[in-house]
């Protein structure tokens, strides 16, 4: 069992910054692949970036590429993901998720823990 607890989200305006928090609960999380995915309004839960139990390899989605930089500290048992440049289009709720598998994974269904989610919201 895993339990997430997004944090960092907020209103910024274009161009600027922000770095979300994922605290995980559970001794087995150096072993479970790490991921950030998306929800605006109206639309579907979008990938965004993974991570894997090492953190030597990383995914991104194409639209966040070059921007956004995800992270983790399996002592502290926390992924971070660190935005920058940020655009009003990048405005969702950001949620973390924790997958099963060591290897970074775009595959949403591979995702068995998610967070509550952290609004994030950019002004143009």
């Known amino acids: 069992q895993v339990q997430l607890v997004e944090s960092g989200g907020g209103l910024v305006q274009a161009g600027d910054s922000l770095r979300l928090s994922c605290a995980a609960s559970?001794?087995?999380?150096?072993?479970?692949?790490m991921g950030w995915f998306r929800q605006a309004p109206g639309k579907g839960r979008e990938f965004v970036a993974s991570?894997?139990?090492?953190?030597?390899?990383?995914y991104y989605a194409d639209s966040v590429k070059g921007r956004f930089t995800i992270s983790r500290d399996n002592v502290k048992t926390t992924v971070y993901l660190q935005m920058n440049s940020l655009k009003p289009e990048d405005t969702a709720v950001y949620y973390c998720?924790?997958?099963?598998?060591?290897?970074?994974?775009?595959?949403?269904?591979?995702?068995?823990?998610w967070g509550q989610g952290t609004q994030v919201t950019v002004s143009s």
């Open positions: 991570i894997s139990y090492s953190g030597g390899s990383t």
């Open positions: 998720a924790a997958a099963p598998t060591p290897r970074a994974t775009m595959n949403r269904s591979e995702y068995n823990y």
């Open positions: 559970g001794r087995t999380f150096g072993t479970y692949a």
